[in-house]
């Protein structure tokens, strides 16, 4: 039986489409509501590693404000993203699902096909 792990934002439509296909396909991710129980900034690195991305592909830079207040740009070094990113949870993008076939930032929901 495949195992998954999911970042999720229950206010996120993308985030439950994508619960809703593991559970759809008998899989029963354990999730982490990163915005009530945030990444750390070494769970934050562990996962940009594991995915090898920069950091900057798993920051949601469509919340504007939050970016702002971080003062970080698409030009920032992962360092400061990913210190962004734990202080201000709202600017990880989401859902990032981790299976046995690997980890990836699902957005569109469909991408979360390949770790099945």
Known sequence: MTQA?????????????????????????????????????AELAAL??????????????????????AGISETSGDDALLDAMAAHPILVNRPIVRTNKGIRLCRPSETVEALL
């Open 5 to 41: 792990w999911m970042t999720f934002n229950p206010r996120c439509g993308t985030a439950r489409t994508v619960r809703d296909l593991l559970r759809a396909r008998g899989i029963a991710p354990d999730i982490r509501e990163y915005m009530t129980d945030p990444l750390t900034r």
């Open 48 to 69: 940009v590693t594991e995915m090898g991305v920069p950091a900057r592909e798993i920051v949601r830079w469509k919340e504007k404000e939050a970016v702002a207040a």
